[in-house]
């Protein structure tokens, strides 16, 4: 099975900074990588498909990068609405894996 | 629009079963596979399976291999997932998804609680 990691798993952060987050996949998986928000509370929100696809609706300050086996969510310029926590997702091959999520706080 | 709409929250003892729907609307479900997630939020997010609504084909995360069964009516564009021999640890919200690009529109979830 294809593991994922996330760091860090706890970021806090001020309105307006620029926020990094990191997905690790323990084998190749291509651009086969998808982010997602999820709230307190909701359904998760698909945001990137593909490492680097801005879904429709979702705000141009989220953007994705990466292949193979690192990649990374980037929220240019923190909002408070952002508050959530963040979760990688591989759909290269099966069984298909979340990873652990980061929660982001405002600091 | 596409919507998938879940069935209410369960309660349920432990050993008993539980069945959960999830209603397809704005789409016919046999255009695309069908995936449901666990999340627990101490646990995160994990992916149970998938069916393809189209010939009944599912795959199944190794864990849920013996706990979950996905099935699908398409004369009612709904999909279910039933969870057998119920313990506390399946207290959690399931949520249905819909698989093009990856996992892109949710159902809103349902809890199931087990407890005695």
């Known amino acids: 099975d294809i593991q994922m990691t996330q760091s860090p798993s706890l970021l806090s952060a001020s309105v307006g900074d620029r926020v990094t987050l990191s997905c690790k996949a323990s084998q190749n998986i291509y651009k086969y990588l998808n982010w997602y928000q999820q709230k307190l509370g909701e359904a998760p929100k698909l945001l990137i498909y593909?490492?680097?696809s801005l879904q429709t609706g979702i705000p141009s300050r989220f953007s994705g990068s990466g292949s193979g086996t690192d990649f990374t969510l980037t929220i240019s310029s923190l909002q408070p609405e952002d508050v959530a926590t963040y979760y990688c997702y591989q759909y290269n091959s099966g069984p298909w894996t979340f990873g652990g999520g980061t929660k982001l706080e405002l600091k | 629009e596409v919507q998938l709409q879940q069935s209410g929250p369960e309660l349920r003892r432990p050993g008993s079963s539980v069945k959960l729907s999830c209603k397809a609307s704005g789409y016919s479900i046999t255009d695309y596979l069908m995936h449901w997630v666990k999340h627990r939020p101490e646990h995160g997010l994990e992916w149970i399976g998938w069916i393809d609504p189209e010939d009944g084909e599912t795959k199944y995360a190794q864990k849920f291999q013996s706990k979950a069964t996905l099935t699908a009516d398409t004369s009612s564009n709904t999909a279910y997932m039933q969870l057998s021999s119920l313990t506390s640890e399946d207290t959690a919200t399931y949520f249905c998804a819909r698989h093009t690009t990856g996992l892109d529109y949710w159902g809103q979830g349902v809890m199931v609680t087990v407890s005695s």
């Open positions: 593909y490492t680097n």
